[in-house]
């Protein structure tokens, strides 16, 4: 489904602080596929979710959906295919407006907005159904603005927003990172439920091994812009902390700073 | 009439005139969070525009709408150099209003169109209830009715635009654009159609208020966006909740208020001369005095 070639992208190239941060990143993403993305603080990991998206040009390689090159569109004109939740609650809703005007602009997602009501009665009907699925008790407060909510409760929308018009590809990038083991744990079995409901195409970052190991069908290590390692299937599910760290070092990367913090 | 009436007269007469203004800088000021300085050259354009059809024979409800699609066409214009020359859209702002200028003067060829021989559509719209056979004057009453009832249709009308589809689109352009693009939405083309609507409605405001004075001049647009400014934040300070209609109808309070003050203002003494200097402590005050009053609560 998408295809990732060769695909390379260097920040302040050619000064003292240059980072590579994706160095020839192949990667082909199946239909059904649910991958999770590990790796340190500059691996590599949101760049190439922003490869995606089209936040970030990449200098070389390619980006195939279905075959086609989409590497050189514009944000807004691959939007149709993908969902993108970031780290920060307030980056992927519009705190001032409510949270059925949030869900009405999400479920237009990549198709032209013209001068109808956004919000119609089968619309709201239909956001009700899908808040009261999350049990956060937010199906009678429609009309509440998005600022109002703790972070939880906007990740969830948020999440809510991503999936509502079934994108091709779902990318999260660490949207758990900002939220309280409890609420992350929440949201985390959120979204397995409606990847697995919906059969989403997947694609989650995140920083914590065990999430890693635990949710998706595929996994992905990354280190220094490069892919160090990959497992699938029942490879994967055989997977531990202490025998990813392993991996991390039999790939020649001693030098990993944060090993705690990937430990945690 | 009274001094009050006088006072009631000419708060709410002058007042609606600017609620189109009111409207149009709460669009970029709040939603789209700049100053667009636009404003200073679509609001004198609106009034060129008008007097120069006017003068020349045309229609004044024609000539009116033509007023604020060359102040929406300002707004495009600005919209434009921001978002395809990557220009700061302050700047933008700026070097659209100074060209608007020239454009100005270009279109009524000297810098003061008198209009008191014209018809305005307060004339035409007195004479067209007149030929129903309400017996209606030219008056400061016949202008606030008529006024209001246009006012209230254009608010409606926004109000309903801001919450179609595209209408969320624009706003959430002001708010959170790296969300909207990821979405699917051009932004370059909803803070165009943001712009353009935004100076169509102060453009609008200065076609009516030519029409009303009796006069378009080159300087009417000076210090207009402090005006519009100032409005937009009086309202802001009386209402809490923040939906759309609140937030449409809290501009449109606050252009009165704004209006009552400056004709406090003058009544106490102060001269016309003195009325941008009024006008900007108006503006410092509405800034400062919400930051006070927490200092006071929570201090």
Not at chain 1, 240 to 259: M, N, P, Q, S, Y
Request: aromatic letters at 6%; hydrophobic letters at 55%; glycine letters at 10%.
């Amino acid at each position: 489904m998408l295809t990732l070639e060769s695909l390379t992208k260097t920040f302040f190239a050619g000064e003292a602080s240059e980072v590579r941060a994706l160095e020839d990143v192949e990667l082909t993403i199946g239909d059904g596929d649910f991958v999770t993305v590990i790796g340190s603080n500059g691996a590599g990991k949101s760049t190439l979710l922003k490869a995606i998206v089209g936040l970030v040009r990449p200098e070389a390689g390619r980006i195939l959906l279905d075959g086609r090159d989409i590497t050189s569109d514009p944000v807004h004109r691959r939007a149709g295919w993908f969902g993108r939740i970031a780290q920060d609650p307030n980056d992927s809703t519009c705190a001032g407006m409510t949270i059925e005007e949030n869900l009405a602009m999400a479920s237009k997602r990549g198709r032209v907005r013209g001068l109808r009501r956004a919000v119609t009665p089968v619309l709201r009907e239909n956001f009700r159904a899908a808040l009261k699925e999350t049990g956060l008790g937010l199906e009678g407060r429609l009309e509440t603005r998005m600022g109002l909510l703790s972070g939880g409760q906007r990740q969830t929308i948020a999440l809510l927003m991503a999936t509502l018009a079934n994108p091709r590809l779902l990318l999260l990038d660490e949207h758990l990172a900002a939220l309280d083991p409890k609420t992350a744990e929440l949201v985390m079995g959120l979204t397995d439920r409606l990847v697995r409901e919906r059969r989403l195409t997947t694609l989650m970052i995140t920083h914590n091994m065990a999430d890693a190991i635990r949710w998706g069908s595929r996994l992905v290590m990354m280190h220094r812009g490069r892919i160090i390692f990959e497992a699938a299937g029942a490879a994967k599910a055989a997977l531990t902390v202490e025998g990813l760290v392993r991996k991390f070092h039999e790939a020649g990367h001693r030098d990993l700073a944060d090993d705690r913090l990937l430990l945690s | 009439m009274n001094i009050v009436q006088t006072l009631i007269g000419n708060t709410f007469e002058q007042g609606l005139l600017f609620a189109f203004l009111g409207l149009g800088v709460l669009l970029t000021f709040r939603f789209f969070r700049f100053p667009d300085l636009t404003a200073e050259g679509s609001y004198p354009l609106g009034g060129a525009v008008a007097a120069a059809l006017l003068v020349a024979g045309v229609n004044p409800f024609a000539a009116t709408f033509a007023a604020a699609l060359a102040g929406a066409l300002a707004g495009i214009v600005t919209a434009l150099v921001h978002t395809r020359l990557r220009i700061n859209a302050i700047i933008a702002g700026i070097i659209v209003m100074t060209a608007v200028y020239t454009v100005n003067l270009r279109v009524m060829g000297r810098a003061n169109t008198p209009l008191l021989t014209t018809p305005s559509v307060f004339g035409d719209i007195v004479a067209a209830l007149n030929a129903f056979g309400l017996p209606l004057r030219e008056s400061v009453v016949a202008n606030i009715a008529i006024l209001a009832v246009f006012v209230a249709v254009v608010a409606a009308a926004m109000a309903a635009f801001l919450r179609t589809d595209l209408g969320l689109a624009v706003r959430a352009t002001g708010e959170n654009e790296t969300m909207i693009k990821a979405l699917g939405v051009d932004t370059d083309w909803t803070k165009m159609v943001g712009l353009g609507l935004s100076n169509f409605l102060i453009a609008l405001s200065g076609a009516l208020v030519a029409q009303n004075h009796g006069f378009a001049d080159i300087g009417m647009g000076i210090g207009i966006l402090v005006t519009g400014a100032a409005a937009v934040l009086i309202g802001e300070a009386i209402f809490a909740d923040r939906t759309i209609g609140v937030w449409i109808f809290a501009a449109i309070v606050g252009v009165l208020i704004y209006r009552l003050l400056v004709v406090l203002a003058l009544y106490v003494g102060l001269q016309p001369i003195d009325l941008k200097l009024i006008t900007a402590v108006l503006l410092l005050l509405a800034l400062a005095l919400p930051r006070f009053r927490h200092r006071l609560r929570f201090g």
